[in-house]
DNA sequence: CGGTGTCTCACCCCTGGGTGTGAGAGACAG
DNA sequence: CTGTCTCTCACACCCAGGGGTGAGACACCG
């Protein structure tokens, strides 16, 4: 089955260049091409393309807006993927882009073989980044560094005080979290206490903070 | 420069076959190979390669842990990198494999040049992963909403109930917060009041709660 | 000019929570 | 078997914090 693509980039140049090498291949087929944003968003609601390799830096209209646009339009049969093009490594972009759903990122002074290869990729429905921008994702991501220091914070805890002190991170009252855990508030008050005097703390805000902090807790898990 | 090379993997076969392939290609020496972990840590410490083969499943220590060892024994001078590959494509390796640091993560099947490839750009610095690994680290984090719907919570708060929220959030008392504003208690009490009544709160610890949900701040941000 | 919103502050009430002390039961190691 | 650790609970103290009500000073806007 062939792929069929659009080609969006304000340089006629390019798109020639790109048209000619990706026709050029038997899987690929260029059915659409667009010289501006506006005119991306209209030719891919017009002809469904399976992929659409967007330059980053258009008139009228940016890629990364034209690729929002497409991917918030997709009719759930037919999904429409983007893969962006951009002359230069601007990081801000790379985040926006995959961060709307963009499928892939390449610079466009990539080897031709390089493109040819990413566009069977995405519309394969894989992900492929140019080498730079993956490893400034992966260290985007990991460099929250794997705190050794915080959780041994914890480490001094038992195994009750980190389950009580995760309940108090839930926003949980002392009461709440006896009957949570089937035990009088006396037997809470001592846990909590013990928590705050092994970690240094004297306000349960204080506790929440350090279950964050420590990871014992993390923003958008479970509730 | 010819990138120094290791070879780590527990079946001979593959050892010889990545060998041969790869010291075929003029850039690239292979100085080093184990068929385990444990060897893997101590070869790389004698030799000192510019980049490791690391297969994710070998007897004795597994490539993750060696790979963990690797890393924390490089000294500033010679940094070894590491290019993680599997035979499956097992997400729990890849996401622990890029937390310890790795540059890559390559499945075996790949075509023999993407290996090649891989090795380049990540002895250059960079990084390089497998289409199907990378589509899922970028669905992994951007499937995260970046939270309209969590800011909006805030968005009812006046400026400076946000600024009092973030000082709660510091784990300030009332009277810390009074003074580090420079107004009475009392006005602190009334914002702090006003929060919890917009925000549906009770407690300052759900409050704490709520900052770190909804981005406010964020665990590992300066204090 | 009057209405609205924000920031400021005060007084009162009272419960929840943080603190101290003490202690019984069960598990486990030496 | 004795010491240590953990989990459990109780009584008591006290105050920071949460809740209600009201109000003065500005600023902005129609």
Redesign the interface.
């Known amino acids: 089955m062939t792929i069929r693509l659009m080609i969006a980039d304000d340089q006629a140049m390019v798109r020639a260049g790109f048209a000619a090498l990706l026709n050029a291949q038997s899987d690929i087929e260029v059915v659409a091409d667009a010289e501006d944003g506006e005119a991306a968003v209209a030719a891919a609601r017009l002809h469904h393309p399976d992929l659409v390799l967007m330059d980053v830096r258009m008139p009228r209209m940016d890629g990364l807006e034209a690729a929002r646009r497409i991917l918030a339009t997709s009719d759930g049969a037919h999904l429409t993927r983007i893969l962006m093009l951009t002359t230069f490594d601007v990081d801000d972009y790379v985040y926006e882009a995959?961060?709307l759903?963009a499928?892939?990122f390449l610079l466009k002074d990539a080897p031709p073989e390089d493109l040819i290869t990413a566009v069977r990729?995405v519309a394969?429905?894989?992900?492929?980044?140019a080498?730079?921008v993956?490893?400034r994702?992966?260290e985007e991501?990991?460099a929250?560094?794997?705190?050794p220091v915080r959780t041994s914070m914890l480490e001094s805890l038992t195994a009750r005080e980190t389950e009580v002190l995760r309940l108090?991170?839930?926003?949980m009252?002392n009461t709440d979290i006896a009957a949570h855990l089937v035990v009088s508030v006396q037997t809470v008050k001592t846990h909590v206490g013990k928590i705050f005097a092994k970690l240094g703390?004297?306000?349960?805000?204080?506790?929440?903070?350090c279950a964050?902090?420590s990871?014992l807790v993390?923003?958008?898990d479970p509730r």
């Open positions: 995959l961060r759903g499928s892939g990729v394969s429905g894989e992900a492929l980044l080498p730079s993956t490893r994702l992966i991501f990991f929250r560094p794997t705190e108090v991170a839930r926003g009252s703390l004297r306000d349960r805000a204080q506790a929440v903070i964050y902090e990871g993390t923003a958008g």
